[in-house]
């Protein structure tokens, strides 16, 4: 399959689950972040809650391609996986920083901050889970070859 047909593709399974990632992080995370004023200050910018949410559905969608069609980095077989995830680190560091600063959802300190430990937790996880999976089939290999 060529790189555009890849990536279109991606782009489609991976917005509408950036779009229920986002929901669902605000929904558990929105009153703890400003529990006394009713607009953030990105709500600020729009005159209707309708453009807001509008607005919100977009880059959440967004930040979902943005995952999604990086995760073609780690297709690449000529690279390491210390190159890989370095540079899906920086595309979707850079990325998302852009749209956190375009969104002032954050300073740019606390959201580096909040971006690296929560992509070092899911790499983390992501690298076990590999370390496993490596485990069980190198198992299985061994036993076939023992029969």
Not at 26 to 48: A, D, M, T, V
Not at 71 to 87: A, D, M, R
Not at 115 to 141: D, G
Request: proline share 2%; net charge positive.
């Amino acid at each position: 399959m060529n790189l555009c047909k890849k990536i279109f593709k991606l782009a489609l399974w991976s917005a509408p689950i950036g779009v229920n990632i986002g929901i669902f992080s605000y929904l558990i995370f929105s009153p703890s972040f400003n529990p006394f004023s009713s607009l953030s200050n990105f709500e600020r910018f729009f005159q209707h809650s309708v453009s807001v949410n509008l607005v919100d559905l977009f880059i959440w969608a967004l930040i979902g391609i943005i995952f999604g069609c990086s995760s073609l980095i780690y297709q690449v077989e000529t690279w390491s996986i210390t190159k890989q995830t370095l540079v899906h680190f920086c595309i979707t560091y850079s990325s998302l920083s852009i749209m956190s600063i375009f969104a002032n959802w954050y300073k740019l300190l606390d959201f580096t901050i909040n971006f690296c430990i929560i992509y070092l937790i899911v790499w983390s996880v992501s690298i076990i889970r590999a370390k496993m999976t490596v485990r069980s089939l190198n198992r299985k290999l061994h036993q076939k070859n023992q029969n």
